[in-house]
């Protein structure tokens, strides 16, 4: 009998990464977040650790699990806080510091954030004051 050879499945960026490693990445990127004085004020009074759990959870749906991220709609949970690009682009800065520090390899860092910053213009809001 011939066996036939399997056919070659690709992981998803979560899978490549495995989820112990995204979730010390996410708690890496909200230490660098937070100590940014162009950040930190949007943390104010927030419960950090139900938000870095949905940050977790939306990371995983963004790297390719089911859809497990239950938080409020990102357009909704980011309404009226005012986020500008400036702000985006600081996050990201720390996000890419965030894979460096876990060397992760650079064109997976540049996948990761553009899947990331996909869902950007949910959050800016450019009109806001």
């Known amino acids: ?48 650790t139900r938000l870095v759990y949905h940050q977790k959870t939306f990371f995983y749906m963004a790297l390719g699990a089911d859809n497990t991220y239950t938080g409020r709609a990102l357009a909704i949970a980011h309404q009226g806080l005012g986020i500008k690009q400036q702000h985006m682009d600081a996050l990201v800065e720390h996000l890419e510091a965030a894979l460096n520090d876990y060397a992760v390899e650079a064109d997976m860092i540049q996948t990761i954030i553009t899947k990331i910053t996909s869902f950007a213009e949910l959050v800016i809001d450019e009109t806001y004051p």
Request: aromatic content about 8%; cysteine-free.
């Open 1 to 48: 009998m011939m066996s036939h050879p399997r056919p070659e499945v690709e992981l998803s960026l979560l899978e490549q990464l495995g989820a112990d490693a995204v979730d010390l990445i996410v708690e890496q990127f909200y230490d660098r977040t937070l100590a940014d004085p162009r950040l930190a004020p949007f943390f104010e009074g927030i419960d950090l």
